[in-house]
């Protein structure tokens, strides 16, 4: 019987988002493109990942050649904070006078295979390009032996939506046209633009920890398990107390870092020298990867 997991959570909101502009995207196949570059990132939902990145750093020169520049947040309360952060570029995909406003876009900017509206041939007469959100070290999408059957239909629909994909390497580029079922032609090989972050900003959640010169910060970031939760410091003779203990003697702190769409409680791991990094804390970790000392 099958059942909401790990490898399944987004699968039902993707199904749905991707039904909900079916209709209305058919009337849009053929009409004329305003010069609107739209950008989003997971299910409309985020300001993170490649997308935002871009966005942050190359809307100025957009805007210079008369393009609009818009991000997709359909959170209110995170629209207006962002609003109030960068101006009035942030807007939601919800109601019809938005849904059109971002199906005439000519282009779009993703960092996830959720596009701002959904549909399929979504690429037909725009420019669409998926970013990605980080660079594949194991296998993903098509290529995921242990992905459901439901996943593998959502990513066979919406590699319908895309013009290009980017790789972050000549290496990567066949795999990722194995792992979308695409042509290398759709795949574009150019570096990830939240790698231009990461010295974009300081944190001082992260830098109140280091108490002093020699204080090295760890970042743990296990791997995300589709079928399981994360299992940390997997040792046989874990103990909080005694890492705890090293850690003072050492003048470490270790920060740990799970998945932010695949969060839970971690509290019996934590103390003085174990932190919780988690997306309250930092939503987007990678413009503040150059604080730490120690990767992991």
């Not at 290529?143 to 439901?150: I, K, Q, V």
């Amino acid at each position: 019987m099958w059942s909401i997991s790990n490898k399944n959570k987004f699968l039902i909101q993707r199904f749905i988002d991707a039904a909900s502009g079916f209709f209305l995207s058919l009337f849009f196949i053929f009409s004329k493109r305003e010069k609107v570059i739209i950008f989003n990132s997971t299910v409309n939902r985020d300001f993170t990942f490649n997308s935002k990145y871009l966005f942050i750093n190359h809307k100025d020169n957009l805007e210079a050649q008369d393009y609009e520049v818009k991000f997709v947040i359909n959170d209110i309360a995170k629209r207006e904070a962002l609003t109030a952060k960068y101006g009035e570029y942030f807007i939601s995909s919800k109601g019809l006078g938005n849904k059109c406003y971002i199906l005439n876009a000519a282009g779009w900017i993703m960092s996830t295979m959720d596009p701002p509206v959904g549909g399929i041939f979504l690429n037909h007469n725009r420019f669409v390009f998926q970013l990605g959100h980080g660079t594949p070290i194991k296998n993903i999408g098509l290529m995921d032996g242990s992905a459901s059957r439901l996943k593998r239909a959502y990513y066979k629909l919406m590699t319908s939506n895309v013009t290009y994909y980017l790789s972050p390497s000549d290496f990567f580029a066949e795999y990722i046209g194995k792992a979308f079922g695409v042509t290398q032609k759709q795949v574009m090989v150019m570096a990830q633009p939240r790698l231009e972050s990461m010295n974009y900003s300081q944190s001082d959640f992260i830098n109140q920890y280091r108490t002093n010169s020699k204080t090295k910060l760890v970042l743990y970031t296990p791997t995300w398990r589709p079928y399981e939760d994360v299992k940390l410091f997997p040792f046989a003779d874990y103990s909080a107390q005694n890492i705890e203990q090293q850690l003072i003697e050492s003048n470490m702190v270790i920060f740990i870092r799970l998945h932010p769409k695949f969060e839970g409680d971690i509290s019996p791991y934590l103390n003085s020298q174990v932190i919780n990094l988690n997306s309250q804390a930092i939503e987007d970790i990678t413009e503040h990867l150059d604080q730490f000392d120690i990767f992991c």
